[in-house]
T-cell receptor, first 114, second 116 residues
Framework: AQSVTQLGSHVSVSEGALVLLRCNYS??????LFWYVQYPNQGLQLLLK??????LVKGINGFEAEFKKSETSFHLTKPSAHMSDAAEYFC????????????FGKGITLSVRP | KAGVTQTPRYLIKTRGQQVTLSCSPI?????VSWYQQTPGQGLQFLFE???????NKGNFPGRFSGRQFSNSRSEMNVSTLELGDSALYLC???????????????FGPGTRLLVL
């Protein structure tokens, strides 16, 4: 079975500050990991995904994440927050196979202060 | 290319009624997955359809069902609605079965269901 843990439900940063959203995973087999963003009243949009090709993954809107097997982590970062980054962020895990599905974390709400 | 579309966007029903939600995947996508999103339980997988066959199922009661048509459009049905079924129901499509890194799932805007 796979699972992801997103510590904390809310993160607040100032505009221009570093964004760090944490995600730890649990998987009995090598995982594939994703970060999605959800803006109010919208569906989920893929930010980036880890597919074992490279441990540092760059996504859209200046976000990136690093896969660290030793720490079972896949934290999302952005060097400089923008007001438009305020949204809910979900980490998700799956594995290849016919019976795989996305398992999501609880989500983290990011607020950006002017 | 048009994204995933879901209809209706908002729905109000009363307990005991049934409801049908519709999802049109991105053109060429053959896999459709459904998720339920609630404040308490977060995002939970309902089921996945590929080539008109249910390939994967989450831990939901039999009141939740779905189907997929030959054009890949999908519907999900909830019978005998309960208050706890109030949620945002999200549909996602992918080119092939969603089990794998190459098969990114693209989400629709969701249908918000309120059960009174």
């Amino acid at each position: 079975a796979q699972s992801v843990t997103q510590l904390g439900s809310h993160v607040s940063v100032s505009e221009g500050a570093l964004v760090l959203l944490r995600c730890n995973y649990s998987s009995s087999v090598p995982p594939y990991l994703f970060w999605y963003v959800q803006y109010p009243n919208q569906g989920l949009q893929l930010l980036l995904k880890y597919t074992s090709a490279a441990t540092l993954v760059k996504g859209i809107n200046g976000f990136e994440a690093e896969f660290k097997k030793s720490e079972t982590s896949f934290h999302l970062t952005k060097p400089s927050a923008h007001m438009s980054d305020a949204a809910e962020y979900f980490c998700a895990v799956t594995r290849t196979g016919a019976n795989s599905k996305l398992t999501f974390g609880k989500g983290i709400t990011l607020s950006v202060r002017p | 290319k048009a994204g995933v579309t879901q209809t209706p966007r908002y729905l109000i029903k009363t307990r005991g009624q049934q409801v049908t939600l519709s999802c049109s995947p991105i053109s060429g996508h053959r896999s459709v997955s459904w998720y339920q999103q609630t404040p308490g339980q977060g995002l939970q997988f309902l089921f996945e359809y590929f080539s008109e066959t249910q390939r994967n199922k989450g831990n939901f009661p039999g009141r939740f069902s779905g189907r997929q048509f030959s054009n890949s459009r999908s519907e999900m049905n909830v019978s005998t609605l309960e208050l706890g079924d109030s949620a945002l129901y999200l549909c996602a499509s992918s080119l092939a079965l969603a089990g794998g890194p190459l098969e990114t799932q693209y989400f629709g805007p969701g249908t918000r269901l309120l059960v009174l």
